[in-house]
């Protein structure tokens, strides 16, 4: 069992950075793959970062790559998402989720139903 804490969301500028923070409990995060998803004002949520327990695969949403980043330090039990030149559509309410021991695969990594464990997540909004 694990529990994730997501914190790091604020309001910002377009063009501007926040770096989200998934922080879990228990001793054994680092056998766990973490995604990121996010929900914006009435719409669906969607997948937008995943990195793998090993930490050697990371998977991004078209939309964010190039501008996202994804990492984990295990010694810290964290997984960080490093979001830059941020737009107003990335206006969210973000959620970190979590399963261990899976190697997902491109398609895979983005079904919310396959993650065992979710945090309660953290608002980011960008101002145009």
């Known amino acids: 069992q694990v529990q994730l804490v997501e914190s790091g969301g604020g309001l910002v500028q377009a063009g501007g950075s926040l770096r989200l923070s998934c922080a879990a409990s228990g001793r054994t995060f680092s056998t766990y793959t973490v995604g990121w998803f996010r929900q914006a004002p009435g719409k669906e949520r969607e997948f937008v970062a995943a990195?793998?327990?090993?930490?050697?695969?990371?998977y991004y949403v078209d939309s964010v790559k190039g501008r996202f980043t994804i990492s984990r330090d295990n010694a810290k039990n964290t997984v960080y998402l490093q979001m830059n030149s941020l737009k107003p559509e990335d206006t969210a309410v973000y959620y970190c989720?979590?399963?261990?021991?899976?190697?997902?695969?491109?398609?895979?990594?983005?079904?919310?139903?396959?993650?065992?464990?979710w945090g309660q997540g953290t608002q980011v909004t960008v101002s145009s």
């Open positions: 989720a979590a399963r261990r021991l899976w190697d997902p695969d491109r398609s895979t990594v983005k079904t919310q139903g396959l993650y065992h464990y």
């Open positions: 990195i793998s327990w090993s930490g050697g695969r990371t």
